[in-house]
């Protein structure tokens, strides 16, 4: 189910945004990449 949430109130939407914290510290702040395709691969070998 997909649905809006109020601006400025990610505590209704938790469990994405906590999804996209433990993203942003397990692969972003640890991997650079300079193009698209670049990135794709990074993210392909971190999913496996």
Known sequence: MHY???PGKPAQNGK???SHRSD???FYDR????TLKELKKKIRIWNE
């Open 4 to 6: 809006l949430i109020d």
């Open 16 to 18: 994405v945004e906590r």
């Open 24 to 26: 942003q510290e397990t």
């Open 31 to 34: 991997n650079t990449f300079r």
